[in-house]
């Protein structure tokens, strides 16, 4: 651009990598500290103190800002490619290790230095010499990375055993993707399925062919109701089967005509008033500070003392009663930023490797992010999907900023290309006629 000269670079310019994607992230940094801290309430939680809960967050910022700028300044395409491979297999491990001890767990076994722990019914954390990790979290991006591998190596490599392309995507493909969703659907149906929703979807944008795709979606669907009928066969038994099933089937329930139903005091009544307290806080939040042009203002919500966890599964509620329409429009355009920014980046990489890896995880980030709004509007049943990036969540937050770093890794191999596309083109307005007018 005319006029821009070495010397007037900003802090920004000094970074490799888009610099949209790096203002997003900046942006959604932001909004998760400020927001962290106003939205826990004085007494936050049994477990931790608001005071916690925010230097938590802080620390957790601070470690995810390091995780994107270690992983960013990776330009080895081969070593992402290793990791991807890699990720299938510890994807695996962490998710028949999970299952396994969680049943043996059930049974009476205890394994000391590592278990699987149990939050509100579901198992979905292993606990390693006292860390504690969120496996679908990890699964989710390593299995992204590996769907961009295999489709890429499906592609490109000569395999020797065999010619059939079919084979070949079976193999690396459709099986890795089925085996780790029903994996995943055991502790978490939400999860299974958004999961592999989007798995389908990046092969779809990795060349694997629109009918090939649209056949596992529906073998997806058949595995799918298999796990229902079993979970149908065993719920009465001492050892469940898929018992995830019984809480979607809990959140389709109607409790907001059974609270008007039952006697006011009753057993009935509270049972409903517990199932419905959460969903309604939120949606009032929502009610009360879309009708203001800015909200309530930071620090003044009132539904963060009724909404236990609103940090978490709520976080777009409450930015919305704090901050208003605008705070939350805000927070779309940035996610729809990226979606828009990654389609660049992916136009003008040089590897479908790369292509693939960056449009995984941007539809990982904004899918996860789109479905956590569209929950918080009231649009569809409770999954426990975090805002990425904003919501409170120590393993969410390191691998949502992993899948950062890597697509701004991937950025930087298509930085110049990108800024000499843009110096090329013609600008929307014309300024030297403007300033002759």
Known sequence: MAGRTKSSTSILDRFGGDKV???????????????????TSLLATKELSRLAIAKNQLLTAAAGIVIIFITYKVRSVKLYKAVSVAGLFLSLLMLFLLVGLSALQKRGSNFGFI?????????RWLKIAGIQISVYEFVKVFMVMYVAWA???????????TNS???????????PVLLTSVLVLVGGTSSGVFMAGILLLTMLFGGVK??????????CLFLFGGCFLLYQATKNTSHPMFNRFATVISRSIDYEDRFKEAERGSKEWYDALDKIRQPYG????????????????PGQSTQKYKVAVIYEDYMFSFIVEEYG???GIFV?????????????????????YQKVLVAGLTILIVGQAMFHIVINCDLGILTGQTLPLISHGRSSFVCFCFAFGMILSMSRKTEKIIEKKTEDSDPLIDLEISENE
């Open 151 to 161: 489709t890429d190596y499906v592609k490109n490599a000569r395999i020797r055993w």
């Open 165 to 175: 392309g079919f084979v070949k995507e079976l193999v690396y493909l459709y099986i």
């Open 210 to 219: 629109f009918k090939n795709v649209l056949i596992v979606g529906g073998f």
């Open 332 to 352: 779309i355009i940035l996610y729809i930023s990226l979606m828009a920014r990654a389609t660049i980046i992916t136009k003008y990489c040089q590897e479908d």
């Open 325 to 327: 329409l605008i705070g």
């Open 282 to 297: 939120a949606k009032i939040a929502m009610k009360e500070g879309g009708l203001l042009p800015l909200g309530k203002g």
């Open 115 to 123: 278990k699987a722990v149990e939050l509100n019914g579901a198992y």
């Open 21 to 39: 994607v790096w203002i997003i992230v900046l942006c959604l940094f932001m909004f998760s500290l400020v927001s962290i801290f106003s939205s």
